[in-house]
């Protein structure tokens, strides 16, 4: 999954000469999105006949993948990968009606080597125009953007934790929230008065 030092356990893959690195999300909820901020290329891999498919895909997973690959797609399963394959490549269309281009979608399985080929070309395909297009570097640079801000609000929230009189001051705001007492922003704003005043009796 994503985890708070995915991106450095990426850069040390690549300095230690891997130049393809899998990054596996848990497969629900910030995750799947957050990876997006961090890969060239975004492969979402779906089961046919897992249960009404579409109804439980939320459109914005939809709208991230650069590819979809239907897996275990064999034995008696390939029917229902096939009209997987359908109904995503329907839905997809749907969703990005307009757009450039719309991402392709595969059926695969590991035990018979189906699709495997074709998905694999699909990704040096896009890394390829991407680089071309110079649209890989804009990406990059838009994730290391990205990582600047997570990881300033990562330090951010570490330092608030090291005063006492913050988390005793959030403990309470938190309480006052819960019965009523106050609103969220305005507790949220007192939390921060606390907070720059504790660094500036530590200066």
Excluded at 118 to 146: H, L, P
Excluded at 162 to 170: G, L, S, W
Aim: aromatic letters at 6%; hydrophobic letters at 40%.
């Amino acid at each position: 999954g994503v985890a708070q030092r995915t991106r450095e356990c990426m850069l040390l893959c690549e300095a230690a000469g891997f130049d393809v690195i899998i990054v596996e999300t848990v497969g629900v909820g910030q995750s799947e999105y957050a990876v997006k901020d961090m890969v060239d290329f975004f492969l979402l891999l779906m089961l046919a006949g897992a249960g009404d498919d579409l109804q439980g895909m939320k459109k914005g997973i939809l709208e991230l993948a650069d590819a979809i690959a239907i897996t275990k797609a064999d034995g008696n399963n390939v029917a229902a990968a096939r009209q997987a394959q359908a109904i995503y490549a329907q839905a997809l269309h749907t969703t990005r009606a307009g757009a450039s281009g719309t991402s392709p979608v595969f059926t695969t399985s590991a035990v018979s080597h189906t699709g495997i080929e074709d998905v694999w070309k699909a990704i040096t395909g896009f890394v390829a125009e991407a680089k071309e297009n110079k649209s890989f570097d804009r990406q990059r640079k838009r994730q290391y953007a990205t990582w600047l801000r997570d990881q300033f609000a990562d330090l951010l929230k570490a330092d608030v934790q090291q005063f006492d009189e913050v988390r005793t001051a959030q403990a309470l705001l938190e309480s006052e929230v819960t019965s009523g007492d106050r609103s969220p922003r305005s507790a949220a704003s007192e939390l921060l008065t606390t907070y720059h005043r504790a660094i500036r009796s530590r200066n």
